[in-house]
């Protein structure tokens, strides 16, 4: 298990999130393609020499609305923003965390309904296309590709789980989403044996709130460790400022 920490809105450069995670005793920082100064370094090839320089691995996480279930015109511009990125974080990106997309919402009466939801033979067959493209990119540059649950995910996506499971995909756990949405992702968890190449931890509470700092929320987080050091795997400490991470990385290392 390597113990990490996402980057930060706060800063404005990496090596100052390198610093940090350092100065923690950290592993790795998970880098965020949201973030034009991610973006614009990885674009000058100057993060792989910082990594080398603070002796710290990278995952990389992709853009947060990027849904490879919506229709083929829409995904063919993320695939290549993701060819693009894949080769030029070939050699130290370690990781690809991809978001699991709950897709269009109508609401009727006051209650969501989920299109995916209702054309979901079309859907998981898009899906799955897509995702095996993507993999097959990330593992042509020499990284792992993740599957992340996002929060407030719908019941339906116990079934995509279980049809993503079983075309061999890897995934990433956030516990704190995973609140949100009421333990979905757990409940598939008592079916099945998800492997989980990545972990996000963060404290969350009243199924409204995650990305908490350690301690200021309910979630029994020593379970979530034994789990991920179980799988091997990265961990991001996602809480999302400085301090929230100066209290954090001690506490989940004292588990």
């Known amino acids: 298990m390597k113990i990490g920490m996402p980057q930060l809105y706060e800063y404005d450069c990496i090596e100052d999130n390198l610093k940090l995670a350092k100065e923690l005793g950290l592993d790795f920082i998970e880098l965020n393609l949201n973030f034009g100064y991610c973006r614009a370094e990885m674009e000058a090839k100057t993060v792989a020499d910082l990594l080398k320089k ?87 540059h020499g990284i792992n590709m993740v599957i992340e649950n996002t929060d407030n995910i719908p019941a339906f996506t116990k079934r995509v789980y279980h049809d993503l499971y079983k075309e061999g995909f890897k995934f990433c756990y956030d516990i ?21 190449n990545e972990f996000h931890v963060h404290d969350a509470k009243d199924r409204k709130k995650c990305h908490l700092a350690l301690g200021d929320g309910i979630l029994d987080v020593k379970k979530f460790k034994d789990l991920a050091e179980r799988n091997n795997a990265y961990v991001v400490l996602e809480v999302k400022q400085s301090s929230d991470l100066v209290v954090s990385a001690p506490k989940f290392k004292a588990l």
Not at 118 to 133: M, Q, S
Not at 180 to 191: F, G, H, N, Q
Request: proline share 3%; aromatic share 14%.
């Open 54 to 140: 603070y002796d710290l691995e990278a995952t990389l996480h992709f853009y947060d609305e990027a849904d490879f279930g919506i229709y083929d015109e829409v995904v063919a511009a993320y695939t290549e923003l993701l060819k693009r990125y894949a080769s030029l974080g070939e050699g130290y990106i370690k990781q690809m965390n991809m978001h699991l997309i709950p897709g269009p919402v109508v609401t009727i009466s006051g209650v969501k309904n989920y299109i995916y939801e209702k054309e979901y033979d079309v859907y998981i067959k898009r899906l799955i296309k897509n995702f095996k493209v993507a993999e097959k990119i990330c593992n042509e």
């Open 176 to 196: 704190g989403h995973d609140h949100l949405s009421y333990d979905i992702v757990w409940d598939v968890l008592k079916e099945i044996d998800l492997p989980f």
